[in-house]
């Protein structure tokens, strides 16, 4: 008995060495996946729509989802905005800019699709590593 609990002990611990570094890298592309898909429809991270363009009424930033880049960092996974997208629409709105969300707020819970990218992540890492 002793020897089972202390295999399945060893076990727990070789599961959780760098599980969260390659779950990061790999939901990599399913949360970069999900997040230039909500800037494709013109809403935020959530789903909410932009405020369309003041001059015409058209979709606002239509090609700042070609502008999103995803990096792994240990376990962290940085989604970037490109400049001028990241300093005109993503910050603070004002009366002439309004705050076109692209990219999720880091201090809240994560959005729908970026969610479901790290579960099916963390499962298929964990279904790899017990041998499923």
């Known amino acids: 008995m002793s020897t089972e609990i202390a295999a399945l002990s060893a076990l727990i611990r070789q599961l959780g060495e760098n599980f969260a570094q390659e779950v990061a890298q790999e939901a990599r592309q399913g949360v970069l996946d999900a997040v230039v898909a909500t800037a494709s429809a013109g809403t935020t991270p959530e789903g909410a729509a932009w405020a369309p363009r003041k001059a015409d009424g058209a979709k606002a930033l239509a090609s700042a989802s070609k502008h999103i880049t995803a990096r792994v960092l240990g376990s962290v996974l940085r989604l970037t905005l490109e400049y001028p997208y990241s300093v005109w629409h993503f910050t603070t ?23 479901k990218a790290v579960r099916a992540a963390a499962e298929r890492v ?4 017990v041998g499923r």
Request: aromatic share 4%; hydrophobic share 25%.
């Open 126 to 129: 964990f279904a790899r590593r």
């Open 93 to 115: 709105g004002t009366s002439t800019r309004p705050r076109r969300q692209v990219l999720p707020d880091a201090d809240k819970d994560l959005p729908p699709g970026v969610e």
